[in-house]
């Protein structure tokens, strides 16, 4: 049973809609072109009539004259001059004379020289004869008139027949007749040509609603072909969910709109399918992170528990356990600050500052354990560098990059620090010669948890927890910069900075949609 619910979607869906559009373009072209030739048709038969009018016309002025006749009392009488025993003439005459008539002008029917009646025919009779003062108006038009008049008419006999006639002056001539213009009008019926435009009038009328029919179909139909590759598509993206994020909606190759949709909505999943991937990441390098502390912890509690018997060596398992702890709680603090950035929660609290300052006073700080590891620490400034930045999330950012310096700069090695004011941007420099970071790593380094590998894996107190940079990257991004580094394996690394000059940044972090790598 169809449902109502089914009924709505079907007259709803594209597929009845388009079909219905091609019905309704079919109709009114079919109608139009329909019309178009009714009215063709309609205005040829009507030349036709006229056209076999006019050589009748011509006929009756050959064959019939307008006289004074001495038989008849020298009246004037209209006279058919023929052979009647040529057939061809005599049709021809007695058609003209079917529905002829013949007034003076003054409307009065003549009387015909055979009959001695009016020459009105009795069909012309049924037609109605013209009214004097129309016969008068019309003779007066045509004597005066310079340009032709219309001679043509519509009559309707009394059985509802059309007739067309065709009325024109003639001179009356001969056997001493006084030369006067006589009204003439002949005429003939085109039921046949009536009766044939109403043939294709109902041709059509049944041929409309067939062809509607048909369009609808035929609109249904393609526009069902036409709409398949969309179902198709339709059904492979519902398949597609959060576990199979591997699958790709086939291409058809026809490179139309469809395919440039596919195409899309193909790259669109590509990308969500990189952020699941890099949230799996995260939480499997969250629990690995996590879990390695607090395995240490229990191995020093057990130790404690178990094998320890001096309060040294009670002590020192508590000291591990301590250490360990210390781990767990920066790894912990750490994340919880990157899940606040991530979610927008921490608001940038901007400043118009000295840049220089801040960059001297850290370079400062960082002098004295610069010298514990044998490292040259140097910094180049201008004399002034303003900036409207977050003081603290700036700090956290060259604490950053000058530690990761010198953690990775051997002894007798040099960092510098360089800060340059540039018309669209500040440019802020931290490089040393140290180690390097090899080029398959570069693209990696500011995703969380990332260390270069070869560096130590067990991670100890010295060594960082990968998050580092993913915070730097982070407060760049926050305050509409841009990070880039430049490494050399053995030779050491260069990260440049660049923050807008004026510092404008959105002041809130909304960095949701990027969950590894900022
Ligand atoms: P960490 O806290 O381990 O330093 P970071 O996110 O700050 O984590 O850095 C990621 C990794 O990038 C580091 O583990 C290190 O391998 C590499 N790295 C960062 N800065 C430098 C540098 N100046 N020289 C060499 N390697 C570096």
Redesign the pocket.
Known sequence: MIRKRDFRRLFRGLRFRLAISYAVLFTVLLTGVALAFRARLASALDNQIQEELNADWAAMKGYMRIEQIPDFGNRICSAWYYDENDPDETTIVLDIRKIYMVADQFGNPIPDSVTHEPSVSTAYDDIGVDKPADIRKKVLEAIASTKPRNPFGDRKTSKGEPVKIRSGIVYSEGHGAPRAPYYVAIGASYADNVKTLHAYTWIFAGVIPGALLLGSLLGYYMAGRALTPVLAVTQAAQRISGTNLSMRIPTRDAGDELDYLILTFNRMIERLEASFQQMRQFSADVSHELRTPITAIRGQLEVALFTAETTDQYREAMFNALTDIDRLSQIVRALLLLSQAESGQIVLQKSRLNLCEVVDDLVEQFQIPAEAAGVRLTAQLPPECSAEVDRVQIERMIT?LLS??L??TPEGGAVKMSLQVLPQFVELVVE?N????ATEHLPH?FDRF???PG?GTAPTPE????????FVAWIVKAHNGKIEVE?TPGKG?RFIIRLPNEGVGSDTMELASQPANF
Do not use: E, P
């Open positions: 950053n990761n310096a953690k990775f040393d140290g180690r390097g970071i380094i990332y260390r270069v560096q060594q960082g927890l990968g998050l580092g940079l993913s490494s690394t």
